[in-house]
Each structure stands twice: as C-alpha cells, then as structure tokens.
C-alpha cells in the first residue's frame, strides 16, 4: 500500500465517523500522508454578531484538517495542543479552505501548520496543532492485503 493510498484509507475511515465536520458543512478535498484539504462555504448559521464567520467555525475547519493530516498513518493520533490566530475576518457565501501540513512527525509526536484561507486565496487564520499518537489504528491494514 503506497503512502497516499495509506493516507486515503485512513481519512474514509475517519470521515465514516465525523458527523461533526459533516454536519457544519465541511468537504474533505484532499489528503495524502501528513497533508489534508477540506473546504467549507460559510453560510448565514455560521455568522456571529459581527456578521462575520464565528471564529469556532473556522477553528473547526481547521482542527479538522490537522486531524485528518495526522492520522493519515493509519495511528490513531489525537490533539495534544493547538492555538489558532485570526488575522482577517471571513464573510457570508466566502468559501473557505484549510490546507494542513506536517512540519514534524518524531516519535509519538508531531507538529502541523494549517492555514485558513478564502476563495480569493486570502489568508484569514493560521493554526497549529501539535500531535500525539496514541494505541490503536483506523483500519486493518491486513484486510487490504488479502484481497
């Protein structure tokens, strides 16, 4: 199994279970070993009282992308710390896009950026999340195997 077959797997496996990301809205783009994309349109129920996207939106939209960038292994591997910075403000209809990348995986430990941009390619937040693998897999890398 090659790495971004690996990566695939594991984020179909992830998304099966995600009703969070799928319930606000969120598509998973694209995803290949330490790397995702998912994308969102920010819609009316996810302004707040500025009429601007909710930061907790666009949080999400990013925590979701380093999820799907560090399990994309096939380890479980959850958030240990993560801190977000908000530098412009995303609007109604904007469609925005989290792009996730490893900057370093040692050991159990891992360290991913993801920036926050629009569909003019503006960058409205950046994220990073430092990972932790922990026991267990997405799927059983045998079963693919034996076929």
């Not at 971004?4 to 995803?31: F, P, Q, T, Y």
């Not at 995986?105 to 990972?131: A, H, M, P, W």
Request: glycine share 10%; proline share 1%; with cysteine.
């Amino acid at each position: 199994m090659t790495p971004k077959e690996r990566a695939e797997r594991s984020a179909a496996a992830m998304w099966d279970g995600d009703k969070a990301s799928e319930w606000i809205g969120m598509e998973l783009v694209s995803v290949d070993e330490g790397v995702a994309v998912l994308e969102m349109t920010v819609q009316k129920h996810h302004t707040n009282g500025h009429k601007t996207c909710h930061g907790g939106v666009s949080f999400m939209l990013a925590d979701s992308a380093f999820a799907f960038a560090c399990n994309s292994r096939n380890q479980n591997t959850v958030g240990q710390h993560t801190f977000m910075s908000y530098l412009a403000p995303g609007f109604e209809g904007d469609r925005l896009r989290a792009e996730a990348q490893e900057v370093s995986l040692t050991g159990r430990s891992g360290i991913y950026d993801v920036v926050v941009s629009n569909q003019k390619g503006e960058v409205l937040c950046e994220f990073r999340g430092i990972s932790r693998a922990v026991a267990g897999t997405l799927f059983d890398e045998s079963e693919g195997e034996k076929r």
